[in-house]
């Protein structure tokens, strides 16, 4: 049986063109900003690390974030992000898709390479439609025509995280000490991502660049099953 999909959560034209060409070297994403001749290409996919999601339910929010945690008492004001869709409990490989745009500034030559999104790979199976991925505090009833929903980042950092061990994962993020962060002991992966772990669970939080948040993309199978999930960083200078 096909999976029917959810015309109110099916992504747009531009947004499949550029969810199916991130992940696909050799691609033209985009152009680069102000200068339309340019061209914004995929470069590579590199895999970074494997999250281990234990529970089956999945976080895509920030780590930490200004407009939801109360530094003065070091706790969370709202719940995370977590996805209302569930995944089979296992380890999955966290991959990044690369760009090259060479740019100009001020006399400069850029390379202008750029992370334009970060996914975690549940199977190999082909993706046969994109759909925005739902938090379970989000109703689909309330999307307005063309509304995406996202997490936010004002640190410009997003996190994927074991919702079960999130407390855990989540909290060297939240440690303060006269109002300065106290120093993560993490794994630091390859440009500027961290892995952190809680080994009671056996569950992970690996984070990724995220301009401001973003959006988070469900790549469904025909049969509906959930082949990938994918946030675009948004620091790419593409222009679709």
């Known amino acids: 049986m096909e999976w029917p999909g959810d015309a109110r959560l099916a ?21 680069v900003y102000d200068d339309p001749s340019t061209p914004v290409m995929v470069t590579g996919v590199e895999r970074t690390t494997t999250i281990r999601i234990p529970s ?7 780590p930490w974030h200004d407009e939801i945690f109360d530094y003065r008492n070091g706790s969370p004001t709202s719940p995370p992000r977590e996805l209302a869709v569930r995944i089979p409990p296992g380890t999955y490989p966290v991959e990044i898709a690369w760009t090259a745009g060479p740019y100009e500034f001020m006399g400069e030559h850029f390379d202008g ?37 996202q997490f936010y980042s004002d640190a410009n950092v997003g996190c994927f995280a074991d919702a079960e061990a999130w407390p855990t994962l989540v909290a060297p993020f939240r440690t303060f000490v006269d109002g300065r962060p106290v120093p993560r002991d993490s794994e630091q992966l390859p440009y500027g991502c961290e892995r952190l772990s809680d080994e009671t669970l056996q569950a992970d939080l690996v984070t990724f660049a995220a301009e401001s948040g973003g959006v988070v993309w469900l790549g469904r199978t025909r049969s509906g099953a959930v082949a990938t999930i994918v946030v675009s960083s948004g620091n790419s200078d593409a222009e679709a």
């Open 11 to 31: 992504a747009g034209p531009e947004a499949v063109r550029y969810l199916e060409a991130a992940f696909t070297p050799g691609a033209q994403l985009g152009t």
């Open 56 to 62: 089956g339910r999945l976080i895509v929010d920030a």
């Open 113 to 149: 390479i750029a992370c334009a999104a970060t996914r975690i790979r549940l199977s190999d199976e082909p993706v046969a439609g994109w759909e925005m991925g739902l938090g379970i505090h989000d109703a689909v009833d309330r999307l307005q025509p063309g509304e995406q929903v």
